[in-house]
């Protein structure tokens, strides 16, 4: 027994990955990234390797790496990642030069905007509610019990929106949701589920490209631009200070903003960041955008939240 | 059988015990110190000790907490009685009399084990929910059941309660008839002779079953994560778990968290510890035994009912729920036949597929997990109740440690030790890694398997080959090993289910590049391909169940009797 097991430990051994050129961390979503690293290493000949998982899990492996950092370029979901690490001294400072056209608030010191995510009604068109325009349209009684939302500790969309709720005095939508019987439920995946079966009608801060693939594959739902304005949640890619690869690192930056790049982000119903890159969906110049200017602190933001939905 | 102390008899191989302790230091010891540390130093992952116990009393001094120790308490306890109330009476019918078509009830039965609860928790919600498969079959739903404390109990009972039932009925298969016969002998009717012999003789394998479940359910993640967050029931593993995958991320936290959960489980470990030690259980004495079960006569409709209706509600409806989901072309479409194709299995199984690399990876990890596992942990408990000395109880709680631990904080723990830089050569982003994680994560079950069977184990036998001249060494492989053999096969078998579909870890620890079953599948389920993550959960959970009853197949035929129990 113990010689099987050695030899299957050797097995194990050889199917290794060999070393990689570039190891980038990313969220999902996970066609896009393997698309990128495709796509870079057939320019660049540089291979790089990917570990995906959730913007959480990529934060609690850098976390728990920091001692030994292993990832040189980082694509998270959440904006706030990126002030965060930026404000640690993690990040390394660097200006693509195909970052030209991606606007300013897209791009800080050490990170850049890969593409943007836009919050959206989520509305299952055979779930036989009228068509809802606006946030507060789900607080009416034809949506009573037939609404879910993502929670916003785990969702970084939903949490901007609520954050832009509350900056621009509108928490009285979130409070007719609960009164509604509005259900709060996990991340963005957990809350679009039950739409697709019809067991809610429409997601309260849904994601527009999670939301428009699913479209795209057949299932009767559509994404829903409120009438009132929304939110964006732009998705940072850095490269790590302490990476080894800088170099190659940032020749992968180069890739993902390069059109090639930046039309891989779009074929999976992402924005672009640059805004010379034309594709048929509503892009960020076309959304009328809600303010987070005076918002409360993270803390206060999520209190406020949970004293409504509890 | 006389009551009072266990003696230890032969004494247990110095071999042995080294490399008990050697092994556990590595797998469960190293990680765990870790956890330790990054719960005093929240600065410890980039490697400076300042501040200590800056965050420890913070976290311990949350209100919240109280709030989710007593869920975590009541989700345990619930499980447990769910759990041993569908697991009981199967297992006694099923090892005390000729119960018909056994073997495929205990096929069917081992299949909820291979069902990912992650997996099984989102069918019971897509055929609960309204509007969901049951709705759409029969018109009515059960959401009000399902989103409740009770409906994760359930749900939770039903996914672990096959471990009751295998361990139950072989443990009063091993008694048999023998003991309770003698009861008759001297009047005792027969509900008397088995509640006052019988189960008593059981509680060895009972109450390690239980505390199984217990340990399992208190650590679980995905149920209640599906089901408890949407009616705010929070227990310490979300917890944790939120902590460690909702940035920003508190690893300080989660790591004070689990060693509130590690200390349950030890109180748990303790309590079962206390009821062995009571009593003695030395069943297998090596006089040979008639194992003739008897005939159920008129309840024979009645009892295979039951097992029909358990096997329905524990495997039918989640693998259903599965299949309905892998067929269909689209959530929305529904259960219509115009939605319905195997457009999910052609493109999972298209040659060359990242899901087929996934499934061989996963294999091979389960098949490596389980090897390693079962030896360390039938080598530990050997060392733990054959041997001497105080220290064994350090070896014997170090050991149940891992199943109290959450996955994603083993992950944790692994990654701060095993990429400290001074390493010369490290395990770490090598698939290495997961085997060390499914190792540590796992080894409790072929340890408590072990241990329970080496408990009914009476010390003449090994004594007896000492005496003709054997060594330690040459005793515990020729004499104990074939003997707690059919154990180990049941444990193993487990250990390989839930290492080839083992998410949590996995996905925190995965090497660069790498895919596994789960990670795969949660990918999937990531993009919004629900049914190609279902398809290929459905082949794994095909693939989990019949390797390992192909192997018990293969074992029986191969020692043709000669282990006792195989069967």
Same mark, same amino acid.
């Given at each position: 027994m113990k010689r099987l097991s050695l030899a299957l430990v050797m097995g194990l051994l050889a199917s290794t990955a060999a070393q990689a050129d570039v190891t980038v961390y990313s969220a999902g979503p996970g066609a896009l990234i393997k698309n990128l690293a495709a796509g870079f290493t057939e320019k660049t000949g540089i291979k790089a390797n990917v570990f995906q998982a959730t913007t959480g899990k990529v934060m609690a492996r850098l976390e728990a790496e920091s001692s030994n950092p292993v990832a040189d370029v980082v694509v998270s979901a959440s904006w706030g990642t990126a002030t965060d690490f930026s404000a640690k001294g993690l990040l390394l400072p660097y200006e693509s030069p195909n970052a030209e056209t991606v606007p300013d608030f897209l791009k800080m010191e050490g990170a850049v905007a890969q593409g943007v995510a836009g919050l959206i009604i989520a509305w299952n068109t055979q779930s036989g509610t009228p068509k809802p325009a606006d946030w507060s349209d789900l607080a009416k009684p034809e949506y009573k019990d037939l609404v879910t939302l993502p929670d916003p500790a785990a969702s970084g969309g939903t949490y901007t929106l609520v954050e832009a709720f509350l900056a621009n005095d509108m928490s009285d939508v979130l409070q007719g949701l609960k009164d509604n019987g509005a259900i709060v439920a996990g991340a963005n995946k957990a809350a679009l589920n039950p739409v697709l079966q019809g067991a809610k009608a429409a997601v309260f801060a849904g994601v527009d490209y999670i939301t428009m693939s699913a479209a795209a594959k057949g299932e009767t739902v559509e994404a829903i631009f409120p009438t009132s304005g929304t939110v964006v949640a732009p998705r940072p890619i850095m490269i790590l200070k302490s990476s080894q690869n800088q170099d190659d690192a940032k020749q992968f930056v180069d890739y993902v903003l390069s059109e090639e790049g930046q039309k891989a982000v779009a074929k999976v119903n992402l924005m672009p960041s640059r805004t010379d890159i034309k594709v048929d969906r509503p892009l960020i110049g076309d959304l009328k955008l809600l303010s987070n200017e005076g918002a409360p602190a993270r803390d206060d933001v999520l209190a406020d939240f949970k004293k409504i939905f509890n | 059988m006389a009551g009072g102390s266990?003696?230890?008899?032969?004494?247990?191989?110095?071999?042995?015990?080294?490399?008990?302790?050697?092994?556990?230091? $590595?797998?469960?010891?190293?990680?765990?110190?870790?956890?330790?540390?990054?719960? $005093?130093?929240?600065?410890f992952g980039s490697g400076s000790f300042a501040a200590p116990f800056s965050l420890f009393f913070k976290t311990l001094s949350d209100p919240a907490l109280f709030g989710m120790a007593g869920n975590t308490l009541l989700l345990g306890v619930g499980t447990v009685i769910c759990a041993a109330v569908f697991a009981v009476p199967l297992a006694a019918l099923r090892a005390l009399y000729r119960v018909p078509g056994a073997l495929i009830w205990d096929g069917l039965l081992l299949i909820p084990f291979m069902i990912p609860p992650y997996i099984a928790a989102l069918g019971w919600i897509m055929t609960l929910q309204p509007r969901g498969y049951l709705e759409q079959v029969t018109g009515f739903n059960m959401a009000s059941l399902l989103f409740s404390v009770s409906g994760i109990?359930? $749900?939770? @009972?039903l996914n672990t309660f096959s471990v009751v039932y295998f361990v139950l009925s072989r443990t009063f298969e091993t008694i048999g008839a023998r003991y309770s016969d003698v009861g008759r002998v001297f009047g005792a009717g027969q509900w008397r002779s088995f509640w006052r012999i019988t189960f008593p003789l059981a509680m060895p394998g009972l109450a390690a079953s239980l505390l199984l479940v217990f340990a399992m359910s208190i650590e679980e993640y995905g149920t209640p994560a599906a089901l408890g967050?949407?009616? @705010?029931?929070?227990?310490?593993?979300? @917890?944790i778990e939120n902590r460690i995958s909702e940035w920003p991320i508190d690893l300080p936290g989660s790591a004070t968290l689990s060693l509130v959960l590690v200390g349950m489980a030890l109180v748990a470990f303790m309590v079962q510890r206390w009821l062995l030690n009571r009593r003695d259980y030395r069943i297998v004495g090596g006089k040979p035994q008639a194992s003739d079960k008897r005939s159920l006569g008129v309840w024979a409709v009645p009892a295979t009912l039951l097992f029909a209706f358990v096997a329905l509600l524990a495997t039918g409806l989640p693998i259903l729920a599965i299949l309905a989901t892998a067929l269909s072309r689209t959530i929305s479409g529904g259960l219509k036949p115009s939605n319905m194709g195997l457009d999910n299995f052609r493109e999972l199984l298209g040659a060359g597929s990242d899901g087929l690399i996934a499934l061989g990876n996963s294999l091979m990890l389960g098949t490596t997990t389980a090897l390693l596992a079962g030896l360390l942990g039938a080598i530990t408990a050997y060392s733990v109740v054959k041997g001497r000395g105080r220290f064994r109880i350090v070896l014997d709680a170090l050991s149940i440690t891992p199943n109290s631990l959450p996955g994603v904080v083993v992950g944790v723990g692994i990654i701060l030790a095993w990429n400290q830089p001074?390493?010369?050569?490290?395990?770490?982003n090598t698939p290495f890694i997961l085997l060390l994680a499914y190792v540590c994560i796992l080894l409790p079950q072929p340890v408590r398997y072990a241990t329970a069977?080496?408990?009914?184990?009476?010390?003449?036998?090994?004594?007896?080959?000492?005496?003709?001249?054997? @060594?330690?060494?040459?005793?515990f492989t020729r004499i104990v090993f074939p003997l707690i053999l059919p154990s180990m096969v049941t444990a193993m078998i487990l250990v390989f289910a839930v290492a080839s579909r083992e998410l949590v870890a996995s996905l925190l620890v995965a090497p660069v590049g790498f895919q596994t079953i789960a990670v795969y599948i949660w990918q999937q389920f990531d993009q919004g391909s629900a049914g190609l993550g279902m398809a290929m959960a459905f082949c794994a959970v095909l693939i989990t169940t019949l390797i390992p009853l192909a192997l018990i197949s293969l074992l029986r035929w191969l020692t043709r009797g000669s282990v006792a129990g195989l069967s």
């Amino acid at each position: 027994m113990k010689r099987l097991s050695l030899a299957l430990v050797m097995g194990l051994l050889a199917s290794t990955a060999a070393q990689a050129d570039v190891t980038v961390y990313s969220a999902g979503p996970g066609a896009l990234i393997k698309n990128l690293a495709a796509g870079f290493t057939e320019k660049t000949g540089i291979k790089a390797n990917v570990f995906q998982a959730t913007t959480g899990k990529v934060m609690a492996r850098l976390e728990a790496e920091s001692s030994n950092p292993v990832a040189d370029v980082v694509v998270s979901a959440s904006w706030g990642t990126a002030t965060d690490f930026s404000a640690k001294g993690l990040l390394l400072p660097y200006e693509s030069p195909n970052a030209e056209t991606v606007p300013d608030f897209l791009k800080m010191e050490g990170a850049v905007a890969q593409g943007v995510a836009g919050l959206i009604i989520a509305w299952n068109t055979q779930s036989g509610t009228p068509k809802p325009a606006d946030w507060s349209d789900l607080a009416k009684p034809e949506y009573k019990d037939l609404v879910t939302l993502p929670d916003p500790a785990a969702s970084g969309g939903t949490y901007t929106l609520v954050e832009a709720f509350l900056a621009n005095d509108m928490s009285d939508v979130l409070q007719g949701l609960k009164d509604n019987g509005a259900i709060v439920a996990g991340a963005n995946k957990a809350a679009l589920n039950p739409v697709l079966q019809g067991a809610k009608a429409a997601v309260f801060a849904g994601v527009d490209y999670i939301t428009m693939s699913a479209a795209a594959k057949g299932e009767t739902v559509e994404a829903i631009f409120p009438t009132s304005g929304t939110v964006v949640a732009p998705r940072p890619i850095m490269i790590l200070k302490s990476s080894q690869n800088q170099d190659d690192a940032k020749q992968f930056v180069d890739y993902v903003l390069s059109e090639e790049g930046q039309k891989a982000v779009a074929k999976v119903n992402l924005m672009p960041s640059r805004t010379d890159i034309k594709v048929d969906r509503p892009l960020i110049g076309d959304l009328k955008l809600l303010s987070n200017e005076g918002a409360p602190a993270r803390d206060d933001v999520l209190a406020d939240f949970k004293k409504i939905f509890n | 059988m006389a009551g009072g102390s266990v003696t230890t008899g032969a004494e247990g191989s110095v071999l042995l015990k080294w490399i008990a302790t050697l092994g556990l230091l $590595i797998v469960v010891a190293i990680p765990c110190l870790f956890i330790v540390v990054q719960a $005093i130093f929240p600065e410890f992952g980039s490697g400076s000790f300042a501040a200590p116990f800056s965050l420890f009393f913070k976290t311990l001094s949350d209100p919240a907490l109280f709030g989710m120790a007593g869920n975590t308490l009541l989700l345990g306890v619930g499980t447990v009685i769910c759990a041993a109330v569908f697991a009981v009476p199967l297992a006694a019918l099923r090892a005390l009399y000729r119960v018909p078509g056994a073997l495929i009830w205990d096929g069917l039965l081992l299949i909820p084990f291979m069902i990912p609860p992650y997996i099984a928790a989102l069918g019971w919600i897509m055929t609960l929910q309204p509007r969901g498969y049951l709705e759409q079959v029969t018109g009515f739903n059960m959401a009000s059941l399902l989103f409740s404390v009770s409906g994760i109990m359930l $749900i939770m @009972g039903l996914n672990t309660f096959s471990v009751v039932y295998f361990v139950l009925s072989r443990t009063f298969e091993t008694i048999g008839a023998r003991y309770s016969d003698v009861g008759r002998v001297f009047g005792a009717g027969q509900w008397r002779s088995f509640w006052r012999i019988t189960f008593p003789l059981a509680m060895p394998g009972l109450a390690a079953s239980l505390l199984l479940v217990f340990a399992m359910s208190i650590e679980e993640y995905g149920t209640p994560a599906a089901l408890g967050r949407r009616i @705010g029931f929070e227990v310490l593993v979300t @917890g944790i778990e939120n902590r460690i995958s909702e940035w920003p991320i508190d690893l300080p936290g989660s790591a004070t968290l689990s060693l509130v959960l590690v200390g349950m489980a030890l109180v748990a470990f303790m309590v079962q510890r206390w009821l062995l030690n009571r009593r003695d259980y030395r069943i297998v004495g090596g006089k040979p035994q008639a194992s003739d079960k008897r005939s159920l006569g008129v309840w024979a409709v009645p009892a295979t009912l039951l097992f029909a209706f358990v096997a329905l509600l524990a495997t039918g409806l989640p693998i259903l729920a599965i299949l309905a989901t892998a067929l269909s072309r689209t959530i929305s479409g529904g259960l219509k036949p115009s939605n319905m194709g195997l457009d999910n299995f052609r493109e999972l199984l298209g040659a060359g597929s990242d899901g087929l690399i996934a499934l061989g990876n996963s294999l091979m990890l389960g098949t490596t997990t389980a090897l390693l596992a079962g030896l360390l942990g039938a080598i530990t408990a050997y060392s733990v109740v054959k041997g001497r000395g105080r220290f064994r109880i350090v070896l014997d709680a170090l050991s149940i440690t891992p199943n109290s631990l959450p996955g994603v904080v083993v992950g944790v723990g692994i990654i701060l030790a095993w990429n400290q830089p001074w390493l010369p050569i490290t395990p770490y982003n090598t698939p290495f890694i997961l085997l060390l994680a499914y190792v540590c994560i796992l080894l409790p079950q072929p340890v408590r398997y072990a241990t329970a069977s080496l408990h009914q184990l009476g010390d003449n036998l090994e004594s007896a080959a000492r005496v003709s001249g054997a @060594g330690p060494l040459r005793a515990f492989t020729r004499i104990v090993f074939p003997l707690i053999l059919p154990s180990m096969v049941t444990a193993m078998i487990l250990v390989f289910a839930v290492a080839s579909r083992e998410l949590v870890a996995s996905l925190l620890v995965a090497p660069v590049g790498f895919q596994t079953i789960a990670v795969y599948i949660w990918q999937q389920f990531d993009q919004g391909s629900a049914g190609l993550g279902m398809a290929m959960a459905f082949c794994a959970v095909l693939i989990t169940t019949l390797i390992p009853l192909a192997l018990i197949s293969l074992l029986r035929w191969l020692t043709r009797g000669s282990v006792a129990g195989l069967s």
